[in-house]
């Protein structure tokens, strides 16, 4: 069992469509961060948690610690949201684990 | 402003030889990581360095793997005798850390094939 789990692996949507993409990890964390990785292989930091929940524009970040959960929303989806969407856990020191991603499509 | 630079961007080189990958972080930036991607895989830590602080180098896959940092500025991450399976994508970032958060920012990667 991988120590970062996301769900689902893949995730196709309409534009306007809410999406929630989800991440489970089994070790005790000190921080857990969202990426975006475009398909032309660039990747985007776009949170990092310790607690609570985070909004950046269409973007909301949850986290459950005692749960070990995070979940990435995206509000009123679109098209350009299309990409592949990582979870990343630090432990106690600066070592990251990364989940496997979960590639978005949102059709028009 | 410059972001994160890596050279070379792509790097072709036959099993057994040695390779050399460079990046340069933003100004300023004290922290510094090196990640690789394999095909169709996910992200996989390599080593971390941070200020003057002795580099974390636990993700390092062997010892044929090395990096270092000159003047907390510019990384080389070195590969000696290349394998196959080495052949990836590799990825520097450097970061920044303001309130107690950390916003990392990543480079173009380098892709790597070892034929």
């Known amino acids: 069992k991988n120590e970062v789990e996301q769900s689902p692996q893949n995730l196709t949507a309409q534009e306007g469509e809410f999406i929630t993409i989800n991440c489970s990890y089994s070790v005790g964390i000190s921080a857990l961060h969202w990426l975006q990785q475009h398909p032309g292989g660039g990747i985007v930091s776009l949170f990092m948690l310790s607690s609570g929940k985070k909004k950046h524009g269409r973007l909301i970040a949850t986290i459950n610690i005692q749960e070990k959960h995070s979940s990435l929303h995206i509000t009123a989806s679109h098209p350009r949201d299309s990409a592949v969407y990582i979870c990343a856990v630090r432990g106690r020191g600066s070592r990251l684990t990364f989940g496997e991603g979960t590639q978005l499509t949102v059709n028009p | 402003g410059a972001g994160v630079s890596q050279s070379p961007s792509n790097k072709v080189t036959e099993k057994g030889k040695d390779v050399e990958l460079r990046c340069d972080p933003i100004s300023g930036h004290t922290a510094l990581y090196w990640y690789r991607q394999s095909l169709g895989q996910g992200l996989e830590f390599l080593i971390y360095?941070?200020?003057?602080?002795?580099?974390?180098k636990s993700g390092l896959p062997s010892d044929r793997f090395s990096a270092e940092r000159t003047g907390g500025s510019v990384s080389t991450l070195t590969i000696q005798r290349t394998q196959q399976e080495d052949s990836a994508v590799y990825l520097c970032?450097?970061?920044?850390?303001?309130?107690?958060?950390?916003?990392?920012?990543f480079g173009p990667g380098t892709r790597l094939l070892v034929l």
């Open positions: 360095f941070q200020g003057n602080s002795a580099p974390d």
């Open positions: 970032a450097s970061s920044l850390w303001e309130s107690g958060i950390e916003t990392q920012y």
